[in-house]
């Protein structure tokens, strides 16, 4: 019986072929490609839904709030983003039904990339049809609106809670450790976007257990690889030299595309895992 030690070097011998075999890097890049496109589309269809409800400062707040667990914090980049996330909150505040359906159409782009991305990992004979991509792209989408939305009320409705009813009744109580949780969800809400990812977007399902542990280890590369992209960011003064005023710009779409990477690595894994435990429940349609 071979040794833990061989095992692992098969394991990771393996990985590194399936990786080359399905080329993710390439794969990661024609994602950020169309992730591009889309995440303006998307952060204006999620303020025009808060803003609905909630007034600007408060979507400006929770946008930020929401975004800054997932990208490195660079010099600059929140100043960057929050003067960008001011005007588009003005921009999806005018939004229309016509704007709100295009919006809607573009912020799927990326999810449907995903999506063909995944199915190639897990080596999918019959993918999805074209209709039945956009549609789960869809759901995603209304998902993350959503929960957009609600963390906008919550938001807004804790300072008014905690001067307007007295302290120690079981609302405030309530309240307060519900908001002070939403506070540590960042490791959390990796790992579950992750394992939904996995799950659900491919046109088949992987197993269960398998999925888990490939979404557990996304979510540690994923907030390692954020550490070290700051250290790597801090030297390197070339991108300034080259890129000037856009360097926050350049090295943010950098991030995107190693983040990717790591997230199609997660997969791999999880495909991986199945095949070498030949459990045929994670070949299920």
């Known amino acids: 019986m071979r040794s833990r030690f061989q095992q692992a070097q098969a394991f990771a011998r393996k990985l590194g072929a399936n990786c080359m075999v399905h080329d993710i890097t390439s794969l990661a890049a024609q994602i ?8 303006l589309p998307l952060l204006i269809l999620v303020m025009y839904g808060a803003s609905l409800v909630v007034p600007h400062r408060i979507i400006v707040e929770m946008v930020l709030g929401a975004l800054r667990p997932y990208y490195p914090d660079l010099q600059n980049a929140n100043q960057m983003l929050e003067n960008s996330l001011n005007k588009l909150s003005d921009i999806g505040a005018r939004a229309g039904l016509v704007s709100f359906i295009s919006l809607a159409w573009s912020a799927t782009s990326a999810l449907i990339a995903v999506q063909q991305a995944l199915d190639r990992i897990f080596e999918v004979g019959v993918p999805r049809s074209f209709l039945a991509r956009r549609a789960i792209a869809a759901l995603f989408l209304v998902a993350l609106v959503i929960l957009a939305v609600v963390s906008a009320l919550a938001m807004a409705l804790y300072p008014w809670v905690v001067h307007h009813i007295p302290a120690g009744t079981w609302f405030v109580t309530a309240f307060t450790r519900f908001s002070g949780v939403t506070r540590m969800l960042y490791p959390l809400s990796l790992f579950v976007t ?54 926050v710009v350049i090295l943010l779409i950098f991030w995107m595309y190693i983040a990717l990477i790591i997230l199609l690595l997660g997969a791999e894994i999880a495909w991986l895992l199945e095949q070498t435990g030949g459990d045929a429940g994670g070949a299920e349609p």
């Open 32 to 39: 950020a490609f169309y992730a591009m496109f889309s995440l």
């Open 194 to 247: 992750c394992f939904v990812v996995y799950r659900y977007l491919p046109s088949r399902r992987v197993n269960l257990n398998c999925t888990i542990l490939g979404a557990l280890a996304a979510t540690v590369l994923l907030d390692l690889a954020r550490l070290l992209f700051v250290v790597y960011a801090a030297h390197a003064v070339t991108y300034h030299a080259v890129y000037g005023g856009l360097t």
